[in-house]
């Protein structure tokens, strides 16, 4: 049986942090930078069908994508209608405008996405979510990493993985540079090859 992939997408900046030193993701929140990348979004979410958030990054995600105009933003849609997972031992509910309600999740997030990847169906992506993507580095469990790297320099911040981790060996398997200067990189661990 071939297991659905786990897929970690993060944003960063030219120095290596998915987060500035505030917490934000100012360094990457311009319209223009989404010019050809966003197509591209829209191709791989036709093989998404589960979409995991921690809480921080589930309420970024409120406060914009529900109400998005689709003639701005074309990933819109497509986000707004794929199936969420929020996992948070605070949140009771996770409301996602007039659309479904994502589903919230209290148990570990290790054990949960492990089950989750045994079951049958599409791919599974993970956006942001810095705890949880930490939590699900440590334990090897992310089949590929899809990388944008933002034309900026931080200086300080948050790195989306953990600090002792050490990947000795990754495959690049796709990249691409857009006319705004992102730059996007798609890599495998060659373990999970």
Same mark, same amino acid.
């Given at each position: 049986?071939?297991?659905?992939?786990?897929?970690?997408?993060?944003?960063?900046?030219?120095?290596?942090?998915?987060?500035?030193? $505030?917490?934000?993701?100012?360094?990457?929140?311009?319209?223009?930078?989404?010019?050809? !990348?966003?197509?591209?979004?829209?191709?791989?979410?036709?093989?998404?069908?589960?979409?995991?958030?921690?809480?921080?990054?589930?309420?970024?995600?409120?406060?914009?994508?529900?109400?998005?105009?689709?003639?701005?933003?074309?990933?819109?849609?497509?986000?707004?209608?794929?199936?969420k997972i929020v996992f948070s $031992?605070?949140?009771?509910?996770?409301? !996602?405008?007039?659309? *479904?309600?994502?589903?919230?999740?209290?148990?570990?997030?290790?054990?949960?996405?492990?089950?989750?990847?045994?079951?049958?169906?599409?791919?599974?992506?993970?956006w942001g979510s810095l705890t949880?993507?930490?939590?699900?580095?440590?334990?090897?469990?992310? *089949?590929?990493?899809?990388?944008?790297?933002?034309?900026?320099?931080?200086?300080?911040?948050?790195?989306?993985?953990?600090?002792? $981790?050490?990947?000795?060996?990754?495959?690049?398997?796709?990249?691409?540079?857009?006319?705004?200067?992102?730059?996007?990189?798609?890599?495998?661990?060659?373990?999970?090859?």
């Amino acid at each position: 049986m071939v297991m659905r992939k786990l897929i970690a997408q993060q944003w960063l900046s030219l120095d290596g942090f998915a987060a500035d030193s $505030k917490g934000t993701t100012a360094f990457f929140e311009f319209p223009e930078y989404n010019t050809g !990348w966003e197509q591209d979004q829209l191709e791989l979410i036709k093989d998404i069908d589960t979409i995991l958030l921690g809480a921080n990054t589930y309420k970024m995600f409120l406060d914009y994508w529900p109400d998005v105009d689709p003639d701005k933003d074309a990933v819109g849609p497509a986000l707004n209608s794929t199936p969420k997972i929020v996992f948070s $031992k605070t949140l009771k509910e996770a409301p !996602w405008g007039n659309w *479904d309600q994502a589903t919230v999740v209290a148990e570990d997030a290790v054990n949960y996405v492990k089950q989750l990847k045994e079951q049958p169906g599409k791919d599974i992506i993970l956006w942001g979510s810095l705890t949880v993507c930490r939590a699900l580095a440590a334990q090897d469990l992310f *089949d590929e990493y899809h990388i944008t790297l933002a034309p900026a320099f931080v200086g300080k911040g948050m790195r989306f993985l953990p600090d002792d $981790k050490q990947w000795l060996d990754m495959e690049l398997i796709k990249s691409k540079t857009y006319t705004t200067g992102v730059l996007s990189l798609v890599y495998r661990p060659r373990s999970k090859q």
